[in-house]
């Protein structure tokens, strides 16, 4: 089975924090995403990497970076956390050059800053 | 600008037929996809329409028409466990995903 594997599925931060999201998938995927979902709206592109140190703004970069070292593992960092950024992340990979473009999840980290 | 509409909640009764539409003004198109995600889950992929007509597979169909910027999503013969959210999302000229709020899929026995 496929698996996109997110560290945390609940974390409660304070404002100002660093946080680290981790995602880890184990397709040998070359594309990995990390979207965030909010209701009532569609899922956000904050950043995306099509290979190892490869990194992409999406379209809501601001306050987020995302560090891509190995293949597998695709990680997003909110350098000083603020309460707008409380929502639900997501991380996605997709093999590079699919006629489709299936985008596999993770479960969710959803990121509570106080 | 580029939008993906669909309804917010739809209710529908076990064992009957759905149908999900979702209309869309993007900047080019390359392609539709629909994902289900149940509540507090992943979102999975369900169907990816690039050509105008239906595509079926099983209980839920996916149709396309490019001319309109509308699909619609169909599900039969409704289980409880469809129960979830439906997602639209379409790859626009950049191949870009743009997508839709969701559709709130509630099934009554």
């Known amino acids: 089975d496929v698996k996109v594997t997110q560290s945390s599925r609940y974390l409660v931060k304070r404002t100002g924090e660093k946080v680290f999201l981790e995602c880890v998938q184990d397709m040998d995927h070359e594309n990995m995403f990390w979207y965030r979902q909010d209701p009532g709206l569609g899922l956000r592109l904050i950043y995306f990497?099509?290979?190892?140190?490869?990194?992409e703004k999406g379209d809501i970069p601001e306050g987020y970076s995302v560090s891509r070292e190995k293949k597998e593992r695709f990680s997003l960092i909110l350098e000083s956390a603020s309460t707008n950024q409380t929502s639900m992340y997501l991380c996605?990979?997709?093999?590079?050059?699919?006629?489709?473009?299936?985008?596999?999840f993770g479960e969710g980290s959803r990121l509570t800053v106080l | 600008g580029q939008n993906i509409d669909q309804p917010t909640e739809m209710t529908a009764t076990e064992g009957a037929i759905v149908q999900i539409n979702c209309t869309y003004q993007?900047?080019?198109?390359?392609?539709l996809f629909w994902y289900q995600q149940h509540a507090g889950e992943a979102p999975t992929f369900l169907s990816y329409n690039v050509l105008d007509g239906l595509e079926e597979k099983g209980r839920f169909s996916s149709f396309l028409s490019r001319s309109k910027g509308y699909s619609y999503l169909l599900l039969k013969e409704l289980q409880m466990k469809d129960s979830a959210s439906y997602l639209c999302a379409v790859k626009d000229s950049n191949y870009q995903l743009i997508w839709g709020a969701g559709t709130k899929l509630i099934i009554k026995p």
């Open positions: 990497s099509y290979d190892v140190k490869m990194k």
């Open positions: 996605a990979s997709r093999v590079s050059g699919s006629e489709t473009g299936e985008l596999f």
């Open positions: 993007t900047s080019g198109f390359n392609g």
